[in-house]
């Protein structure tokens, strides 16, 4: 057991994850704005709420005790050491929204953090390749370093108009969802069972297909392909089992931990709504949409008002034991 907790509160690195949910929220109402002609407004205020809590989570985290030994640490360690990947996956998400006000401040920011997502994402490859950790500690959040950051990168690069590197980035995350997929896979299928505090990271496993298929339809333009079919059946075929997997969710105590779920949800909704958009299905179709947007978004808001009770009573600053 972690006895940290007892000397120096610690924020521990999912915390993030609340950025990166409202980022992803942003940009379902943003394709919202696109597609369904919702207001404008919405997404952007909802950007405005995920810059503030990108920054907010940072400042907190860098003011707690133990400098630049406890951030090492906290790479380290292998249950919450993959969740440093969130912040410039969130930089990054940021950042390309920004290009469409300023290009040259958003493409700075782009180059950015894909600098620092690969400096990230190789290191983190390097330790799984040399340091051997138990089964026990892998959980849905090793995704995050090399599929969502590789991903995410290509999407940003697309939108600043890099369409060749983003491929190259979009390649990669597909080989590590392989990859790094079917460890996690076996892992969670042959045990030990996975603890209640890390259970909503099995969304996270079910986040690939939408987020290539975000990535793709900005590489591609939004121009529909036989490509965008696979990952949609893909993505349906990963949602599904988590409906037998809700009673699970429900009976499990509730922690910042469920940030996991969010972007799952918010990326799902994204790819979703252009999927519908795209098959003009007429008015039956744009109702689809607009049930997809809502029910992302009353998960979010749903775990966003359940954290706000975490924050008044200190619980995102404790670290949990492992």
Do not use: C, K
């Not at 950025?19 to 919702?38: K, N, Q, R, Y």
């Not at 953090?113 to 690969?118: E, K, Q, R």
């Not at 603890?195 to 987020?211: D, H, N």
């Not at 689809?288 to 954290?307: E, G, N």
Request: proline share 7%.
């Amino acid at each position: 057991m972690d006895t940290s907790t007892t000397t120096r509160p610690r924020l521990p690195l999912n915390a993030f994850g609340i950025a990166f949910g409202t980022a992803g929220i942003a940009g379902t109402w943003t394709a919202a704005s696109v597609e369904l002609g919702s207001p404008r407004v919405i997404a952007e205020a909802l950007w405005g709420v995920a810059t503030l809590a990108w920054l907010t989570t940072i400042i907190r985290y860098l003011a707690r005790p133990g400098g630049v030994r406890a951030i090492r640490d906290d790479l380290r360690h292998p249950v919450f050491g993959p969740f440093a990947a969130l912040v410039p996956a969130v930089g990054s998400l940021l950042s390309a929204h920004v290009a469409g006000w300023l290009p040259l401040v958003g493409a700075v920011g782009v180059w950015t953090t894909a600098v620092v997502s690969t400096v990230f994402g190789a290191w983190f490859v390097a330790s799984l390749l040399t340091t051997p950790r138990a089964p026990g500690t892998l959980h849905g959040g090793y995704l995050l370093p090399t599929v969502a950051a590789s991903l995410l990168t290509a999407q940003s690069l697309a939108t600043i108009g890099q369409p060749t590197l983003a491929v190259g980035f979009f390649a990669a995350g597909i080989l590590f969802w392989l990859l790094i997929g079917a460890v996690l896979l076996v892992r969670t299928a042959t045990g030990p069972a996975i603890p209640p505090p890390l259970f909503p990271t099995l969304a996270i496993l079910s986040a690939p297909p939408a987020v290539a298929g975000n990535a793709w339809w900005t590489i591609s333009d939004g121009a529909w392909s036989t490509l965008d079919t696979v990952l949609v059946g893909t993505m349906v075929a990963f949602l599904l089992p988590h409906v037998f997997l809700v009673t699970r969710y429900l009976r499990t105590g509730f922690a910042i931990g469920f940030w996991a779920m969010t972007f799952t949800a918010a990326a799902s909704a994204t790819y979703g709504v252009r999927a519908i958009i795209a098959a003009d299905a007429g008015t039956p179709g744009v109702v689809a949409a607009w049930v997809v947007v809502a029910a992302a978004t009353l998960l979010v808001a749903t775990i966003a008002v359940r954290s706000i009770g975490l924050l008044r009573g200190g619980g995102v600053a404790a670290r949990p034991a492992a």
